[in-house]
C-alpha cells in the first residue's frame, strides 16, 4: 500500500481542524467524568448513557419544537438541562447514600444505573435510528485550501473553548468551585469547617453529567442518535481522564487532545490501521506516567 | 430479618420462574424458535423481520395452519451477545423442542446456531447475517440462508461499478469482518470484470465511529475517482451525514452497500445526500408490482410502517416454512429440508428459489441511487438496475471449492 | 492438610452435593445439564477472579481477558497446531497464565482505580486483536464447530468433564487461598503498608496471584470450549468483566463460594427471566441496585452471618 501518498501541508492542517472539533467533544464529555470522579471519587460508567440521553432529547425536542434554527437552539439548552435533572434525581435518590462505600461499589452501582438507562432508552425511544439536522447556516461546508470544513465543526471548535472557559470560572473564581476543589483533597476538612458537603457533592455531580448531556446534544446532528452511542465514548472519556490525570479538568482536555489529534492524523498517515493510534499513544503515555500527565487529585 | 424474607421471597420467585417456565404442552403445533437481537441498534432491522413473519404465520394459521396444524413461535433476544444467543438457541432446541430455529443478524451467532443445528440435526434459517460462510464454507445439510450475503452483495456491488468508468479507487469501511468482506467481494470481482482499476488506498474505522469527518477529509487529499464505503448497520447514518456537511458525494462519487435501504435514508430524511450509489434486496416501492403492493399494504395496515428490506426475510422465512411441510407431507425433519432443496416460492420481490446445492436462497439484487422524490419526505432509490441472482450469486463451483478447504 | 481445613460435616455436605451432581444427568432433563455445565463454568470464572478481586483486594477489572485467552489458545491449538487434546487442555491455561504475568508486570505497579483501568485498557488491546486477527483467530465471526475429543463432545459428557475439573480447580483455589501465601494475599489487601513493613514484597505477590487467577479463568476458558464448541472475542469484553465483578458481589466475595452462588444465579435467571422479557438488562440493574443498597455482602455472606458469625470472615475496608 503506499504508505502516507497523500499527506500535503493542507491536507495535514485539515485533519489537524477536523481533529480538534472532534477534540471539543471528548473534552466536553471526559471534563465532566473527571470532575464527578475528582470530587466525588465516584467512577460514573452511566456518564456514556447520560451522553446518549442527551442525544435522544435533543432529537425529541428538536422535533417537538418544529424544524429551523430555533428548535435547534431550544434543544441545546434544554436537552442537557434534563439529563443534569436526571442526574440531580439520582444522586439526591440514590448516589448520596452511597458515599461512604468503596469505589468499586459505587463503579458496580453507577452499572446498574447504566443497565436501567439503557433498557429505559429503548423502552422510551424504541429501535428506529433516529436523525436530525443543525439549522441551515451550520450545514454544509467551506474550502480551507481546497480541503471541505464542515460549518458544524467550526462551530464546535468556539464552542470548545467556552466550555473550557466555563469550567476555569466555575473552579476557580466561584466559591462553590473552590470548596469543591478543596473537598476533592480533603473532604473531612472541608465538613469540619461547616460546609455542607453533601450539597457540593450533588452540584459537582450535576455539572458533571450536565457535560455528558451537553456532549450528547453536540454531537446529535452529526450522530445516528441510536441505542449503544454510549458504549464508544464511555471507553474514550475514561482512556482521557486516565492519561490526564484523574480529577484534572485540565488533564482532560490535554489527554483530549491527545486523543482527538493522534486519531485524524493516525487516519491520513496510516489509514488502513488508524483505529489503534490513539490507543497506542494512551499506552505509551501510561508507560511512561502510569498516574497520567497532569497531577492528579488522588 | 427483613433481609431474610427479602432473600427468601427473592429466592421463592427464581424458584417460581424455573417451575412456570416448563414448556407448555400446546398439542400438535409446528414451533418454530426465533433468536435475534432485539436491542440496540440492530433491532431496528430484526423487528422488521419478526413482525412480517407473524404477518404470514396468522395467515396460514388463521386458514387452518399447515397439514391441520398450527404454527406457533418463540423469540429470545440475544443482544448481539454470542454466548447469550447460543444459550437461547439451546434453550429453544432443548427445552421448547422446536421443530425449526432461525434468526440472528449476527453472523458469529449465526455461525454459532448453524453448528448447532448441525449437531441436533434441526433446521436453521439465517435471516439477516451477512457472512458467506454460513452456506459457503461452513455449509452443511441443516442450514439454510434467505438472505443476500457478503459474497452476494461484493458481487452485485463489483457488477454494477464496473459498468462506469472510474479506474482510481479508494476503500474504506467498517474494521469487522463485515466490511472486510464486503470490501474484498467489491474489490476481487471488479479486478476480474474490469483488469484496468487501481486501489489507492484504504481506510478503516471502528464500528460506531462518532465522526467520520476526519475520514473523508483523508480520502479527498487522495483524490480518488470512486469510494468503495464498506459499512453496514448504524454506521450508515452518520457517515452519510458527514459526506453531506463536507459535500463528498459531489466531490466524489460513492458505492455504499446499504445506502439505498429505508432503515438508512429514513432517519435522514430529505437531508440524505444524493447520487449515491447502493444496493439492496428490497424496496417498499420496487418493484412496482401487483405483490408487492398487496404486501406493503398489509405490513403498513398492520404495523403503520413501510417494511424495510427485513420484512422480505421474515415474510420468505414463513413462506418457505409453510410451504415445505405441505411439500413434505408430514412433519418430519429430513423431509423438510429435502422438500426445501430447490423450492420456490413467490415474494414480492418476484419467485424465490432455495439453490439445493448450498442452501443459498437466490434473491436479486436491486442497485439504485439515492433521490429526493415527491410524496415521500426521504430519499428513495432510482434508476434501479436489477442484478439478478443467477449473475450475482457465487458459482456451485466456487461454493464447492470453498468447502472442500 | 484436608482434614485440617475441612470439618467432618462439610466434608459429607460436600459428598453429598456432588454425589447428587454425578446423578443429575440420570434425572433431570437435558437442557438443566447444560444450564448446570454453564454454571459451572461461570462460576469456576468468577471464583478465579474474586481470587484477586476479593481476597486480594485488586481491582481486577478485565477478568475476562483471561478466560477468552484461555479459550482462543486451546482451540487455536487443536485446530491450528492440531495438538492432542491433553495437551492442548492443559498447555491452554499456563497460556492465560503466562498473559497474566505479563499483563501483570505492567498493571502491578499502580494501585485499585489505576490498576483497573490500565488493564481495561490493556485487556482491550488484546480483545482488539482477536477481533481484528482475521486469518488466525476467525476476527469477530469467530471460530465455530472446534474439533473436540468424543468424550466430552455429548452434553452429558461435557457436563461430568466441567463437573470434574471444576470441582478439582475450587479445591484447588480453596487450599491456595488458606496456605500462607493466601494469608499474606489477603494481608496485603487488608494491609499493604504494614506487609511491605514486615518485609513482604507485594508487588511479587499481586503478580502471583495474576498468574494464578488467571491460569483458573483459563480453565474456565477451556471449559466454555468444551461445553459450547465456539469461541469469539466477546469472551474478552470487558462488559463481560463487569458482570463477572457483578457475580462476585451477589454472591459475596468475602465467602469462597460467594462468586459460585452469584454466577448460578445470574446465569439462571438470565435464562428464565429471558424467556419472558427483552428487558433482562434492566431486570438485572434494578437488582443490582437493591443488592448494594440492602445487600453489600452478597446472598452467600449474608446467609453465612445468619448462620453463624464465626464463619464468615468480616474483613472489609
Known amino acids: ?298 | 430479618m427483613n433481609r431474610f424474607s427479602l432473600i427468601s421471597a427473592f429466592l421463592a420467585w427464581v424458584l417460581a420462574l424455573a417451575l412456570c417456565a416448563a414448556p407448555a404442552m400446546a398439542a400438535k403445533t409446528i414451533k418454530v424458535g426465533i433468536v435475534d437481537c432485539y436491542s440496540g441498534p440492530p433491532s431496528t432491522y430484526t423487528n422488521d423481520v419478526r413482525d412480517a413473519f407473524k404477518l404470514e404465520i396468522d395467515k396460514v394459521n388463521a386458514a387452518g395452519g399447515v397439514l391441520g396444524r398450527k404454527i406457533e413461535f418463540v423469540t429470545r433476544d440475544s443482544k448481539f451477545k454470542v454466548d447469550l444467543g447460543l444459550s437461547a438457541a439451546k434453550e429453544l432446541v432443548m427445552r421448547e423442542e422446536v421443530d425449526i430455529l432461525m434468526g440472528t443478524i449476527n453472523s458469529a451467532l449465526a455461525l454459532a446456531i448453524s453448528d448447532l443445528a448441525r449437531k441436533e440435526r434441526i433446521p436453521f434459517l439465517a435471516t439477516f447475517a451477512k457472512s458467506a460462510k454460513i452456506t459457503g464454507e461452513a455449509g452443511h445439510r441443516y442450514v439454510f440462508s434467505i438472505t443476500e450475503n457478503t459474497a452476494l452483495a461484493g458481487k452485485a456491488g463489483a457488477v454494477g461499478l464496473a459498468k462506469m468508468p472510474f479506474v482510481k479507487y479508494w476503500i474504506a469501511g467498517d474494521d469487522y469482518e463485515y466490511g472486510h468482506a464486503i470490501a474484498d467481494g467489491v474489490w476481487e470481482n471488479l479486478r476480474t470484470l474490469r483488469p484496468d482499476v487501481e486501489l489507492l488506498g484504504q481506510s478503516w474505522w471502528k464500528v460506531g465511529e462518532p465522526d467520520f469527518t476526519p475520514y473523508i477529509t483523508a480520502m479527498l487529499s487522495a483524490n480518488p475517482d470512486a469510494v468503495i464505503v464498506a459499512t453496514g448497520g448504524r454506521d450508515c447514518v452518520p457517515f452519510l451525514k458527514a459526506a453531506k456537511a463536507t459535500g463528498f458525494n459531489e466531490r466524489v462519487p460513492f458505492y455504499m452497500h446499504t445506502a439505498t435501504e429505508l432503515s438508512t435514508l429514513k432517519p435522514l430524511g430529505l437531508d440524505a445526500p444524493e447520487g449515491v450509489l447502493g444496493t439492496s434486496n428490497y424496496f417498499f416501492y420496487y418493484p412496482n408490482s401487483k405483490a408487492n403492493r398487496q404486501f406493503v399494504k398489509e405490513f403498513q395496515d398492520a404495523y403503520g410502517r413501510y417494511p424495510a428490506v427485513g420484512a422480505v426475510y421474515g415474510l420468505l422465512a414463513a413462506k418457505y416454512i409453510t410451504g415445505a411441510y405441505q411439500k413434505a407431507g408430514k412433519v418430519h425433519t429430513e423431509k423438510f429440508i429435502d422438500a426445501m432443496e430447490g423450492m420456490t416460492v413467490d415474494s414480492p420481490v418476484g419467485p424465490v428459489t432455495m439453490r439445493a446445492y448450498d442452501h443459498q436462497a437466490m434473491l436479486p439484487m436491486f442497485m439504485g441511487k439515492t433521490k429526493k422524490a415527491e410524496g415521500y419526505d426521504f430519499l428513495i432509490a432510482t434508476d434501479i438496475v436489477t442484478l439478478e441472482p443467477e449473475e450475482v450469486a457465487p458459482s456451485i463451483e466456487e461454493i464447492r471449492k470453498a468447502r472442500m478447504k | 492438610m484436608i482434614r485440617a481445613l475441612f470439618s467432618a460435616k462439610t466434608l459429607l455436605v460436600a459428598a453429598l452435593l456432588l454425589a447428587a451432581l454425578i446423578l443429575a444427568p440420570q434425572v433431570l432433563p437435558r437442557f438443566y445439564i447444560y444450564l448446570m455445565a454453564l454454571v459451572f463454568v461461570t462460576g469456576l470464572l468468577a471464583t478465579s477472579l474474586n481470587m484477586v478481586l476479593g481476597f486480594g483486594g485488586m481491582y481486577q477489572f478485565h477478568h475476562a481477558v483471561f478466560y477468552g485467552f484461555g479459550a482462543y489458545a486451546l482451540t487455536l491449538l487443536l485446530t491450528k497446531a492440531g495438538m492432542p487434546p491433553v495437551f492442548a487442555y492443559l498447555l491452554a491455561p499456563c497460556c492465560s497464565a503466562a498473559l497474566g504475568l505479563l499483563l501483570g508486570l505492567i498493571t502491578v505497579r499502580l494501585t485499585k482505580l489505576y490498576f483497573g483501568m490500565l488493564q481495561i485498557s490493556l485487556g482491550s488491546l488484546v480483545w482488539a486483536l482477536a477481533y481484528r486477527w482475521y486469518s488466525f483467530t476467525g476476527g469477530d465471526d469467530g471460530i465455530h464447530g472446534i474439533p473436540l475429543p468424543d468424550v466430552v463432545y455429548s452434553s452429558t459428557g461435557a457436563y461430568y468433564f466441567s463437573l470434574a475439573v471444576c470441582s478439582v480447580s475450587l479445591l484447588v483455589m480453596y487450599l491456595i487461598v488458606n496456605s500462607p501465601f493466601g494469608r499474606i494475599f489477603q494481608g496485603i489487601r487488608d494491609n499493604p503498608e504494614r506487609c511491605r513493613a514486615v518485609g513482604v514484597d507485594v508487588h511479587r505477590h499481586q503478580l502471583a496471584g495474576q498468574a494464578i487467577a488467571a491460569f483458573f479463568a483459563g480453565v474456565a476458558g477451556t471449559l466454555f470450549v468444551t461445553v459450547e464448541g465456539s469461541v469469539f472475542p466477546e469472551l474478552m469484553f470487558w462488559t463481560l468483566s463487569l458482570e463477572l465483578i457483578i457475580m462476585c458481589l451477589l454472591g459475596g466475595w468475602f465467602v469462597f463460594l460467594g462468586p459460585m452462588l452469584g454466577a448460578a444465579i445470574i446465569v439462571v435467571l438470565r435464562t428464565f427471566v429471558g424467556i419472558y422479557t427483552e428487558y433482562w438488562t434492566l431486570v438485572l440493574g434494578v437488582v443490582l441496585m437493591l443488592l448494594i443498597f440492602f445487600l453489600p455482602e452478597g446472598v452467600l455472606g449474608f446467609a453465612l452471618r445468619k448462620a453463624g458469625p464465626a464463619q464468615a470472615d468480616p474483613a472489609k475496608e
Open chain 1, 1 to 298: 500500500m503506499d504508505f502516507a501518498s497523500n499527506i500535503t501541508a493542507a491536507a495535514l492542517f485539515q485533519q489537524v481542524l477536523v481533529g480538534l472539533s472532534r477534540t471539543t467533544i471528548l473534552f466536553i464529555v471526559s471534563s465532566g467524568l473527571s470532575l464527578v470522579l475528582g470530587v466525588l471519587r465516584i467512577p460514573n460508567v452511566a456518564h456514556g448513557s447520560l451522553y446518549m440521553i442527551g442525544a435522544f432529547l435533543t432529537y425529541t425536542i428538536a422535533a417537538a419544537v418544529g424544524p429551523g434554527a430555533f428548535g435547534f437552539w431550544i434543544a441545546l439548552v434544554l436537552a442537557p438541562l434534563g439529563v443534569a435533572l436526571l442526574s440531580f434525581a439520582a444522586e439526591r435518590g440514590l448516589f448520596c447514600h452511597l458515599y461512604e462505600r468503596e469505589h468499586l461499589m459505587l463503579l458496580l452501582f453507577t452499572f446498574s444505573m447504566t443497565l436501567v438507562f439503557n433498557d429505559l432508552v429503548k423502552l422510551i425511544w424504541g429501535s428506529d435510528y433516529r436523525s436530525f439536522t443543525a439549522p441551515g447556516f451550520l450545514q454544509g461546508s467551506f474550502d480551507v485550501f481546497g480541503l471541505p470544513f464542515p460549518r458544524y465543526n467550526l462551530f464546535l471548535l468556539l464552542i470548545g473553548p467556552l466550555v473550557a472557559f466555563g469550567l476555569w470560572f466555575l473552579t476557580n473564581r466561584t466559591k462553590i468551585g473552590k470548596i469543591a476543589r478543596a473537598a476533592a483533597v480533603d473532604r473531612e476538612m472541608v465538613g469540619a469547617v461547616g460546609i455542607n458537603v453533601s450539597w457540593i457533592f450533588a452540584a459537582t455531580f450535576v455539572i458533571g453529567c450536565y457535560l455528558a448531556g451537553l456532549g450528547g446534544a453536540l454531537v446529535a446532528p452529526t450522530q445516528n442518535i441510536t441505542q449503544g452511542m454510549d458504549h464508544t465514548i464511555i471507553i474514550e472519556a475514561f482512556l482521557i481522564v486516565i492519561i490526564g490525570g484523574l480529577g484534572n479538568i485540565w488533564g482532560a482536555l490535554l489527554g483530549a487532545l491527545i486523543f482527538g489529534l493522534t486519531d485524524s492524523l493516525g487516519i491520513l498517515i496510516w489509514p488502513q490501521f488508524a483505529i489503534v493510534f490513539p490507543y497506542v499513544a494512551v499506552v505509551i503515555v501510561l508507560l511512561f506516567r502510569p498516574k497520567g500527565l497532569l497531577k492528579s487529585t488522588w
